[in-house]
């Protein structure tokens, strides 16, 4: 090997080299991103807490995933949760533990009917951030797991009539909304 083709070996090294660290520089600047959003929220609990102590109910405590008595049909939800099971370690690798640990362990699979699999989370912010930022990898990772094309989303507490985990608001059924939250348009 003679010398420029040992620099051209160096460079492609170096070429490599600076591809990773943008990976991870991007990574980070999402894990700084959460973690300022964690801050706001519990610098939000505090001031609420601080203000009238005795309406406060602490949100930081994520409930345990409680897959009984959160779900839609009774299949629809095994087949939700048995994806999920099998999905959970590959989001694990795609995202930092910090990531994984405060917005995607805490979603509770919901349901699975005509290639719609919907994650359920306990707050409106998260429905947000996680549709905002990490919606893409874990409909990826979803896909990979089922094995052909399939819509994910993400609803929360408030998308849902009260005392009804079949109906969101205005009596339209999880399955008939876009990722948007509007109802989809009935094909003739």
């Not at 299949?75 to 690798?93: D, G, H, R, V």
């Not at 989370?121 to 409909?139: G, H, Q, S």
């Not at 990722?179 to 009935?186: I, M, R």
Request: with cysteine; charged share 25%; aromatic share 6%.
């Amino acid at each position: 090997m003679n010398n420029e083709d040992q620099i051209l070996a160096v460079l492609a090294s170096i070429q490599a080299d600076i591809a990773d660290l943008k990976e991870r520089q991007v990574s980070t600047q999402a894990d700084i991103a959460a973690l300022k959003d964690v801050k706001d929220i519990i610098v939000n609990m505090a001031a609420k807490f601080e203000a009238k102590p005795d309406l406060v109910e602490l949100e930081l405590n994520v409930p345990e995933n409680d897959l009984a008595s959160s779900h839609g049909s009774d299949s629809a939800s095994e087949t939700a949760i048995k994806y999920w099971t099998e999905t959970l370690p590959l989001l694990q690798k795609s995202f930092s533990d910090i990531v994984f640990t405060a917005w995607i362990e805490p979603l509770v699979p919901y349901s699975y009917n005509d290639n719609v699999y919907i994650l359920k989370t306990n707050r409106d912010f998260a429905k947000a951030t996680v549709n905002d930022r990490y919606l893409l990898e874990i409909t990826k990772c979803i896909r990979t797991v089922i094995g052909h094309d399939v819509d994910v989303r993400i609803v929360s507490p408030d998308d849902f009539e009260p005392n009804d985990n079949q109906t969101l608001r205005h009596g339209i059924p999880v399955s008939e909304v876009d990722l948007c939250g509007n109802q989809k348009e009935k094909l003739k």
